[in-house]
């Protein structure tokens, strides 16, 4: 057993594996907020990320002026999508609103790539592809900005539920009845959640953006941050950041000793193998409550 | 008016529970069935091999996948999947040298058997949960077939189909595969408008409802769930392996992919949950409108002067059938059955403008 190979798989499924929650922290912000299980979230990131590059490339504004427009200009998407279509879907079964979601993604991915084309693009950040060399182990450092973007969110939003409006958001999460007979409007409530999610959006899809090219494989991800979202609970956060850390591992160290075995490619066998154990063991994944109805 | 309803008085249970319990509606049935008897004699060859019979055999499919979603309410993302098990299984067999009506059959049971692999989930768990689970098995499903030459036919993943041939009879001709289609179709039509009249189908929507509410009342919901799947998933196999004996020749993974899965739930939840009628009309929106309206825009933009980019093109279908998705949903979320339901129940006691049921 090679001690040194095993801990750079690791350390890199740690990093890839925070990405992943980079992604799946949209989904739990609209989950927790409205329980809706946004399969759109793959659409508004590359969304997102096509925003930018629009912005940079097309207007030709500099990067760091080009993210935060875009984060703008999706929170206003995020809102209106919300505003516009699933709020006249409040209420109704879920495969409904499902469906929605799946019929907006492909609305989304469709119309992205209707105007912008569907040959793959590259982001640019320019973070140096130099490796970065810790002891003996490799390091990425793209994974590691993006990682510690991951972070910086997760501690952000952990400050935003401490704020009043993160408060609001929190008391819909936990019954909006209750909250709706205080005074909180829940549907502005749901509709920031849903600006938040493709804020998020545009963070995972500059990063991934930035390391898989900006093309229709970044909606690809719904998968894994779908894994990483009920493996940690739905609605936690907290979860998220954790499960993306166990998914990346298991799937960096697993990958490793399936592939030889049946001939590569196993990455997504792994993931899709995690998702339907966590339902079938533990549906509320690590820290989501309890409150899910068992047949 | 035009459902005239007058005469029609039910008194006993065998006349309540028939079919058509209004006259016009066996007629108006009894009219499209000629027509789609007549249907390659009126309509062109071209259209009738790439319009009509993609529409009967996905109808077919999403007639499936209806019992299992509309009735059952079992949620299913898999359905590409279970197709794809009885299209390589069928077409495998008849490879092999099985005559094409038991590769047919053969390819329904192995789905069936697969298929009810699903529901196992759909014991544990149910609503979201349960569709996520689906989609992942989905992904394994495809994962299995990409990576196994054995099943998906070699280095080029695909696999030709040998021609099909019925009853001693090689079909080779457009009319021919037409033909199949419709008499696949008609009779998934049949057996799913008895449906609702059996046991089996009150069992499956008392599970709908409330599946511990209908164990109360003596409704086993484990078994009649595994049936749901089990049936639906015969109906996907055989779909499925008409679908690649008569329409695509060739069986390759990405022809039941997860995008595929979607589409066909999008097809019935558009055509309404529940809805035999709908799942037609479903099914002919989502397949046949996107192309149409990408036509249009040709047309549109020729007719303008503009130019349009060749990739532009190539992605307003699937925005379109995006925004189809959303629309319908948005306007009337039990599907468009339930808007012929409307317009027929208006018609009903037209000029007057009120029907009690």
Not at chain 1, 110 to 117: E, R
Not at chain 2, 206 to 230: C, H, M, Q, T
């Amino acid at each position: 057993m090679d001690w040194v190979f095993l801990s750079e798989l690791a350390i890199n499924g740690v990093l890839t594996g925070l990405l992943y929650s980079l992604f799946a922290i949209g989904l739990v912000l609209i989950y927790k907020a409205s329980s809706v299980p946004n399969l759109a979230q793959g659409g508004l990131t590359m969304v997102g990320a096509y925003v930018v590059l629009a912005l940079a490339r097309d207007v030709g504004l500099p990067l760091w002026l080009a993210i935060p427009l875009a984060a703008v200009v999706m929170f206003g998407l995020g809102f209106g999508i919300e505003r516009v279509a699933l709020r006249r879907l409040a209420g109704r079964p879920v495969v409904m609103i499902l469906m929605l979601t799946l019929g907006l993604d492909i609305f989304l991915r469709g119309t992205t790539l209707a105007i912008w084309g569907g040959t793959s693009r590259s982001m640019e950040l320019g973070v140096s592809y130099d490796p970065l060399f810790l002891g003996d182990i490799f390091i990425s450092r793209i994974h590691l900005v993006g990682a510690g973007v991951a972070l910086a969110l997760f501690v952000a939003f952990m400050l935003f539920f401490r704020t009043r409006t993160g408060i609001k958001l929190r008391a819909i999460a936990d019954d909006y009845m209750a909250s709706w007979s205080v005074g909180i409007s829940v549907e502005r409530g749901v509709g920031l959640s849903w600006a938040l999610a493709s804020v998020v959006a545009v963070a995972a899809g500059v990063i991934w953006g930035e390391i898989q090219g900006v093309d229709q494989a970044l909606s690809l991800l719904l998968l894994k941050g779908l894994t990483v979202a009920v493996l940690g609970g739905l609605d936690s956060i907290l979860g998220a950041v954790i499960a993306g850390i166990i998914l990346g591992v298991v799937e960096n160290v697993g990958a490793d000793f399936l592939d030889p075995l049946v001939g590569g490619g196993s990455r997504e066998l792994i993931v899709a193998a995690v998702l339907i154990l966590t339902v079938m063991i533990r549906p509320h994944g690590l820290f989501g409550r309890h409150d899910i109805e068992r047949v | 008016m035009f459902y005239r309803l007058s005469g029609v008085h039910h008194a006993n249970y065998v006349s309540d529970s028939r079919i058509f319990k209004v006259p016009a509606d066996r007629n108006l049935t009894a009219f499209i069935f000629l027509i789609g008897l007549a249907a390659p004699f009126i309509i062109p060859s071209l259209y009738l091999n790439s319009y009509m019979l993609p529409w009967l055999i996905w109808t077919a499919a999403a007639l499936g996948l209806n019992l299992v979603t509309g009735w059952a309410g079992q949620l299913h993302l898999g359905y590409a999947a279970v197709m794809a098990v009885g299209a390589y299984s069928s077409i495998h067999a008849a490879r092999f040298g099985v005559p094409w009506e038991f590769a047919l059959i053969i390819g329904g049971l192995t789905s069936s058997v697969i298929g009810s692999l699903f529901a196992f989930a759909a014991l544990r768990v149910k609503g979201l949960y349960l569709a996520l689970t689906t989609l992942a098995m989905q992904f394994v499903m495809d994962w299995v077939l990409t990576h196994s030459p054995a099943i998906s036919g070699g280095s080029h993943a695909s696999l030709q189909s040998p021609t099909l041939a019925l009853l001693g009879q090689e079909i080779t001709t457009d009319t021919g595969f037409y033909y199949v289609a419709f008499g696949w179709c008609v009779l998934v039509t049949i057996f799913m408008l008895n449906l609702k009249r059996t046991g089996l189908g009150r069992a499956l929507v008392a599970v709908r409802e409330k599946d511990f509410a209908a164990a109360i009342l003596g409704v086993n919901s484990f078994y009649y769930k595994i049936l749901a799947f089990a049936t639906s998933s015969f109906i996907a196999g055989v779909s499925g392996a008409l679908l690649v004996a008569t329409f695509f020749f060739l069986a390759a993974p990405e022809q039941f992919s997860v995008a595929v899965s979607i589409q066909v739930l999008a097809m019935v939840i558009v055509g309404g949950l529940g809805s035999i009628i709908g799942s037609y009309f479903g099914v002919a929106l989502i397949l046949l409108v996107p192309g149409i309206v990408n036509g249009l825009v040709v047309t549109l933009s020729d007719g303008l002067g503009m130019q349009i980019d060749v990739e532009t093109l190539a992605h307003i279908p699937n925005a379109v059938y995006g925004a189809l998705i959303v629309i319908i949903l948005l306007i009337e979320p039990l599907g468009l059955g339930k808007l012929y339901g409307n317009i027929r129940d208006y018609l009903m006691v037209w000029p007057f403008d009120q029907f009690k049921k």
